[in-house]
DNA sequence: ACAAAATGCGGCC
DNA sequence: TGGCCGCCCTTTTG
């Protein structure tokens, strides 16, 4: 019995806070899982143990905790929902007596009033009021449309749901019943700050190459042969001077197929890149868990034309292919690996590795040879990868603060963009030190922390910015050096909360002055916006668009854009 | 059908 | 500067 006296002793150190200061009754994850400091009304009490886990965590439930039958008080939600439940049923009984009305199905009496008492009369001529009233707000319809709003199932394309085999248990036989003495029992001790997590998980993949072994395929699987033949296409860049009036109609022109939507990786995407190749729509996502799915839009192998595999074990934060060796795709996870997926070899080689977390990286060379790295605390390494071993690796403190986006200049490739918590920095790797570096200019006006920064792709004469301070703004940067003035700024809510990825504003490749956001507006859409401000396009879709989709990119030379959604679906717009 | 849980993170004090 | 507060978004699981 000792054992379950420590639980209740641990319990009670735990207050349960169910209401906001708004006096909204809390999501109950936040119940379970928020502690505050000792509170003596609680102490007494003996909560009742719902269950326990393995990880010896106990679980309460927290119902009784608060809404007791001693205290007489409802859970406020228990509450709202009786409280509607009568009004339902409230209205229910008056549009029956509606109908009795309409139907005359009342009993006549022979006073001429049909036996009514002038109470009833009065009663009937409220019912034909509130008739009249209810068919005045199109009540009716109003209740079909949301009928119409509940979402659609998502698409069942791509990764199989539930392809994970069960492990199989030896048979368990219990103490009592083998006839033991039971055993006593302690509690691990509690975690202190953040929770401790199993280490096998968060371990990073050894260093060297490994192997591209999809994991959704049978062992032993061969790549298809179209995977490098389409990577080894010829992708010269066309840069096309579009309009904006036939860029705009291409816009409306594309729209999401019928299969255009499909599972690529298990987990919430953290960053997607189309492949430059333009026989085919190629795409690679990365998720919260290092995995990196392939999507060959239209192929006809399995789970869709999916490929996963998993070069990382944190989230893949950052990808691109290169553009010089377009059978290259760079990954980089917040686990520390930089690593290079190479269709023709068929494997994830290391690029870089460190013992930080990364954040980001950008191709600092138009070779693609030369990368700029990030990690989270405000450090770049410029990493040549025809360099071999570690010497290559020179960090330099940009700021010993925040880092979230590095963006090199298109043309002049030696300035950089750095995303520092509440401002830009365009720094000369020419004239890196190893601290204390001097921007050669700085873009101001952020009052909250920067997502993204990222140069215009053609020229670099401009910055797009994405600011938790919920606006998008454009800087001009023709004149790097000196100073850059802001442009325009654009209000565009950033409140993605926790479960879904970031927003990040970005540039199409195919037109300057052009780039595409995701968006939290209902019905949910993806927004192309000139760098006026003016919206260009809404992409919309009630049956195949009915999440946020945080990360966006065009594609390089086609008609085509993608959208990743915090459940690993790709969804492809093209005409 | 429904409820609860799910391996943040930026802002602010 | 450490730690608390509040997002209110989506999907999976039981």
Redesign the pocket.
Known sequence: MSSIHSCEVRVCRWNFVLE??NNFP?????????R?KPVDTVKNQTPEVHSTRSSGRV?LAP?RLQYSPETREEHPRKKQ?AKSQTEKESLTNKLKYEEDVENDDVEHNSDGRGGLSAYELERLENIRQNKAFLSSINLFQATEDLKQLT?PK?SQRGLR??SSVKEVLPPRKSLRLQKKEAEMLTLPPEPR?T?V??QS??IKKPTGPLPMNPINMEEGFQLPAELPELCSEDTKERKMKLDLKTYCSALKSMAIADDGVV?VVKDRIFSAAFHPCSSRLLMAAGD?WGKVGLWNFGADWDDDGVLLFEPHTR?VGCMAFSTAHPTQLLTLSYDGSLRCMDVEKAVFDDVYDIDDDLKTFAFMSHDCSTLLVGNWYGEVAIVDRRTPGNSHKSLHSVDPKTL?CVSVHPLQMQYFAVAE?RVVSIYDSRSLKKTKNCAVSQLHGHT??ISSAYFSPCTGNRILTTC??DHIRIYDTSSVNTECPLLKSIRHDM??????S?LSAVWDPKKEDCFVVGS?MRP?RVQVFHESGQVLHSFMDSENL???LSVTAFHPTKNALLGG?????LHLFSS
Do not use: F, I
């Open positions: 906001d200061s809390r999501k109950c994850t936040e119940m379970t899982t928020r505050t679980r119902k929902k979402r998502p749901p539930h700050g929770l997590y199993e998980s968060t599972k919260k989230p979230r918590s909250k922390s938790m301070d409140h993605t909360g926790r479960w879904l970031k939290m949910r009915n999440t946020v959604n915090s459940s690993g679906r």
